[in-house]
């Protein structure tokens, strides 16, 4: 007997490796030869070795680059770490999730693509999204999904978004492009867990209200119902009976003056991904929308130069989309996509 303990640390490990691999050789394409990186810090050790035992199993070249030799929170990009980022053709950033390091992370990211990496980004990933629900998904089949839905888009002028929560908003995605996290391909980059398609509105043509009664990125899930209302692409009001999470909220929309223009629409496709106050896994939950205030510079048309994003997620959105013809067509009924 090797003294391996079935059901415990060991098989544990051995379900991460298999959703890591799961990952890697759908989302990312991962193929034999390529080297991968992985930035990891101490808190995420464990998952930096899963993702590295599952490279190893496709045949990829492995590196491993710890943050924790630095003083947190780590603003800008180390030094030593930039010339690695030239040198691997898939990255993966697995480290905690700290608001104060949101600028840190976008910096990150542009650096990466930049040289041309396909960048599974999954800060805040735990052990449990590694072993179980939104890891352990048909990949394949979520991404015929996603593709029927931005399919639904092509042609859209703008969409009316209303939920059970309060939600009443109107967007403009007038030729804006829509993507997905479910095919990572060169100089691109994409959330492990992965399961969502997203676009960047017009940064001026959002106007209406948006109840968020699931999460919000960095602060989790919402104590109580949180109203935002937004003139012309900009939030201009928070109200919730938490008066202690609406500073929190304000100070983080505060950042820059750009924080508060509207940044993303992104609607969650996997059946595995669950609520569990992580934006990373939240925001890919089926049945669930989310609208970002913030940096959309990645995003097809994107414009807003933000140092921060962040998401506000709400339940069982209802979108009707009004084309550039004058038609209109439901393209979600209470979270559920029609294609």
Known sequence: MDGANPGGVD?????????????????????KGEGMLIVIDDSKEEIGRAFAEGGKSLGAMTKTYSLSKYPRPIL??????????????VIINTFSSNSEETPFR????????????????????TTSMMREGPMKVNYSEILESADCLMDRF?????????????????????????????????????????????????E?????????????????QVPS?????VENGRLVGVECADKNFVRQVEELSDIDDEARIIGELGIGLNPGARIVGVMLEDEKA??????????????????????????????KPTIVATYLDGSKKDIMRDGKVVC
């Not at 098989?11 to 193929?31: I, P, R, W, Y």
């Not at 001026?204 to 989790?220: H, K």
């Open 11 to 31: 098989a544990q490990f051995d379900e991460m490796v298999e959703g890591a691999k799961n990952a890697l050789s759908t989302v990312l394409s991962l193929k």
């Open 76 to 89: 800008e990009i180390p030094t030593d770490l930039s010339p690695l980022l030239k040198e691997h053709q």
């Open 106 to 125: 976008v910096k990150l990211l542009y650096e990466e693509i930049q040289y041309k990496a396909r960048v599974g980004h999954a800060p805040g990933i």
């Open 154 to 202: 092509k042609g859209v002028k703008s969409v009316h978004i209303t939920a059970p929560s309060g939600t009443d908003i109107t967007l403009d995605l007038e030729n804006r492009g829509w993507q997905t996290d479910l095919r990572i391909d060169e100089g691109d980059f994409g959330n492990l867990p992965a399961g969502e398609v997203w676009c960047a509105p017009v």
């Open 204 to 220: 001026n043509g959002a106007n209406g209200v948006l109840a968020i009664d699931g999460s919000i990125g960095d602060l989790g």
């Open 225 to 229: 119902l949180l109203t935002m209302t």
């Open 286 to 315: 089926g049945e669930t929308a989310h609208i970002a205030f913030g940096n959309n510079m990645d995003m097809d048309g994107g414009q807003n130069n933000s140092k921060t994003h962040r998401d506000y997620l709400f339940y």
